[in-house]
């Protein structure tokens, strides 16, 4: 099983950045791959940025260029730097994991309980 804390999130002036972070325990080093998500009031919740074990990134196309993932080597922690924030990344933003299913097929995964991120003047 696996827990994960998300902290770092704020209100924040448009331009401004931020750095989310999610505390991972439990037993971590079944961790394939974690991502960020988000989700905004009346949307659905979406992927914003997603790491492998191998360090392969992927972004949402709205965030490329502004938000970075990273990880810890041993998956304790996995932030997500987000600068030039806008308005619209105002949002809920959840930390997931996926994990290793050792040959016994698809795993449900374990999401963070989220943290608030304001963009506003």
């Known amino acids: 099983q696996v827990q994960l804390v998300e902290s770092g999130g704020g209100l924040v002036q448009p331009g401004g950045s931020l750095r989310l972070s999610c505390a991972a325990s439990?037993?971590?080093?079944?961790?394939?791959?974690m991502g960020w998500y988000r989700q905004a009031p009346g949307k659905e919740r979406e992927l914003v940025a997603r790491?492998?074990?191998?360090?392969?990134?992927n972004y949402a196309d709205s965030v490329k260029g502004r938000f970075t993932i990273s990880r810890d080597n041993a998956w304790n922690r996995v932030y997500l730097q987000m600068n030039s924030l806008k308005p619209e990344d105002t949002a809920v933003y959840y930390c997931?994991?996926?994990?290793?299913?050792?040959?016994?097929?698809?795993?449900?995964?374990?999401w963070g309980q989220g943290t608030q991120v304001t963009v506003s003047s």
């Open positions: 790491i492998t074990s191998g360090d392969t990134t």
């Open positions: 997931k994991a996926d994990l290793l299913d050792y040959g016994l097929g698809p795993r449900a995964p374990f």
């Open positions: 439990g037993t971590i080093f079944s961790i394939n791959a």
